[in-house]
């Protein structure tokens, strides 16, 4: 019987190991709504749903509603991610809580339709600054920084849509003050059924006090 190792045969090479992919998450920080802020908001757009072209966009579940400030995508659990973590904790610990409140409506084009945000706008960007510095300085490989625009997205359109109705029956929306104290790191499950429309679900993986 040969020992002559089969894989190092003339013409042949040994079969390439298996590249282990590290187990990721598809992250992003934000600021959640209590549910009074839900609520009333839900109350507010549930009218927009008999609107025409209401039954063409691919509107979001009220639970889901948050403002985003810093999207990070897939982030390595194994050395990234405490790393963000820790620095996410800091970011809350140095940043005072804040008062917000849901304002008017607005869209990105056609593609989404979303509410808009008032109050503490200037501790909210601060917030989103701090939280993007915390993706980029743990090493999440982040765009380019853009202007930030406080939202909650409430309807998307891949085909692009006319949202101007949308807009003008969200416009005059004032919804109650509430007290942003939390700094939310929420996971983003996309969906994998193929079902056509069907959303992705979010859960939130940690949350951290604002103030010390």
Not at 132 to 141: E, F, K, L, M, Q
Not at 163 to 166: H, V
Not at 168 to 171: F, Q, V
């Given at each position: 019987?040969?020992?002559?190792?089969?894989?190092r045969?003339?013409?042949?090479?040994?079969?390439?190991?298996?590249?282990?992919?590290?187990?990721?998450?598809?992250?992003?920080?934000?600021?959640l709504?209590?549910?009074?802020?839900?609520?009333?908001?839900?109350?507010?757009?549930?009218?927009?749903?008999?609107?025409?072209?209401?039954?063409?966009?691919?509107?979001?579940?009220?639970?889901?509603?948050?403002?985003?400030?810093?999207?990070?995508?897939?982030?390595?659990?194994?050395?990234?991610?405490?790393?963000?973590?820790?620095?996410?904790?800091?970011a809350?610990?140095?940043?005072?809580p804040?008062?917000?409140?849901?304002?008017?409506?607005?869209?990105?084009?056609?593609?989404?339709?979303?509410?808009?945000?008032?109050?503490?706008?200037?501790?909210?960007r601060?917030?989103?600054?701090?939280?993007?510095?915390?993706?980029?300085?743990?090493?999440?490989?982040?765009?380019?920084?853009?202007?930030f625009?406080?939202?909650?997205?409430?309807a998307?359109?891949?085909?692009?849509?006319e949202?101007?109705?949308?807009t003008?029956?969200?416009?005059g929306?004032?919804?109650?003050?509430?007290?942003?104290?939390e700094?939310?790191?929420?996971?983003?499950?996309?969906?994998?059924?193929?079902?056509?429309?069907?959303?992705?679900r979010?859960a939130?993986?940690?949350?951290?006090?604002?103030?010390?």
């Open positions: 019987m040969s020992s002559r190792d089969p894989g045969e003339r013409g042949r090479h040994p079969a390439p190991r298996p590249v282990r992919r590290r187990p990721s998450q598809r992250l992003f920080a934000a600021v709504p209590p549910p009074s802020a839900v609520a009333e908001l839900r109350t507010a757009v549930a009218p927009l749903h008999a609107l025409p072209g209401a039954r063409d966009l691919r509107w979001t579940r009220p639970g889901d509603w948050h403002v985003t400030l810093a999207f990070y995508g897939d982030v390595p659990d194994e050395d990234v991610r405490p790393e963000l973590e820790a620095r996410l904790g800091r809350a610990h140095r940043t005072e804040f008062r917000l409140r849901v304002h008017g409506a607005g869209r990105f084009g056609g593609r989404a339709l979303w509410a808009g945000a008032a109050g503490g706008l200037d501790a909210l601060l917030l989103a600054e701090r939280a993007d510095a915390a993706g980029r300085r743990s090493g999440v490989p982040l765009e380019e920084h853009r202007r625009t406080p939202h909650l997205t409430l998307r359109s891949r085909a692009g849509a949202l101007r109705p949308f003008e029956a969200l416009a929306f004032e919804g109650q003050g509430w007290e942003a104290g700094l939310s790191l929420v996971r983003s499950e996309l969906p994998h059924s193929g079902v056509p429309g069907e959303r992705p979010y939130v993986v940690r949350a951290w006090a604002l103030g010390r």
